[in-house]
């Protein structure tokens, strides 16, 4: 029989990816989305790639009885991936209870009732925000982490203790955290991608808008960096690629393919790329120019991390694969396919 996984915050941009590559590999998916940062329209996309449209439940998972409804609903759910969350870096410092009350009541809620509802596996949605600034690149999952600079990242670092907490507790499941890099792109269907809720924070984005002329102009945050040209360095990874890791670590955990109750994977490519190299490399790929201008620097940016995913790579059995023309090709064609559909 099919293995029956809860995606929560599944229609949303990392979520609705996983769902399509966990549909492939033969998994029934439940959704459950409260849709506050994404739209039932979604689930059209992810139908038309798999042909499959999920369980989909609209509801909150900080509300327990919801939860509650929904295990009783959709018995036999062997594991959790965790997407549900507020995480917008800019916004959690306007908003920090906001953030400590939905980022954690999430976690606490679904923990709780894994025992209670027998679900065996669960996969956190990390972030390389955790490491703060590297004192070495590439990082490995060994090094040490820092203190946040902000509260969405405080809330990544608490949800990662808590569930480490929980396991020592003797808690019958296991776990895996995810330290995602930088998720750019979309599926090359377009039939999915990512939809940001107003201006866009985030860089490729903020790329695509400005190539397509939603934006006039791109701010490119600080030339001053003390990296080889400059400007701050990343590790962009394939969201098709890193939505595959989810399906990677679900199996290990299914599969008991570890020992380990907790285990932790960088997922990135392993390759550093600057804010010009990859503006670069989406005009090399799209043929679309970008303007954009050099301005000051973001304040609370990174200077450069990239991972270093060789754990990921062995033990996971996981790697990044895509290009990053592809990559970039992608998200354009996305951008395009929303302009088509009067989104933007
Ligand atoms: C941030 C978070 C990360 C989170 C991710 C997705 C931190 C340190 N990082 O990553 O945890 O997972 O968002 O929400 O909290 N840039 C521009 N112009 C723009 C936008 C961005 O030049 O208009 C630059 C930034 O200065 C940065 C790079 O592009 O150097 C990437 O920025 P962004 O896409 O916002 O991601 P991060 O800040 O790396």
Redesign the pocket.
Known sequence: MAKKILVTGGTGFIGSHTTVELQLAGYEVVIIDNLSNSNREVLDGIEKITGIRPVFVEGDCTDINTLHKLFTENPGIDGIINFAAS???GESVQKPIMYYRNNLNILLNLLELMPVYGVKGFVFSS???VYGEPDQNPITESAPTKKA??P??ATKQICEDIIADFIKSGAPIKAILLR?F?PIGAHPSAEIGELPNGVP????P?LTQTAIGIRPM?????NDYNTPDGF?I?DFINVVDLAKAHVKALERMLEDKSDEALEVFNIGTGNGLS?MQLITAFEKATGVKVPYKIVGR?E???EQIWADPKRANEVLGWKAEETIEDTMLSAWKWQQRLRERGIM
Not at 201 to 204: A, Y
Not at 218 to 222: A, D, H, P
């Open positions: 995480k917008a870096v972030s390389c925000t600079t902000s969405y990242g995602y930088n924070q985030n860089l490729v903020y791109l701010n490119v945050f600080g701050c990343r804010v973001r609370g940016d990174i």
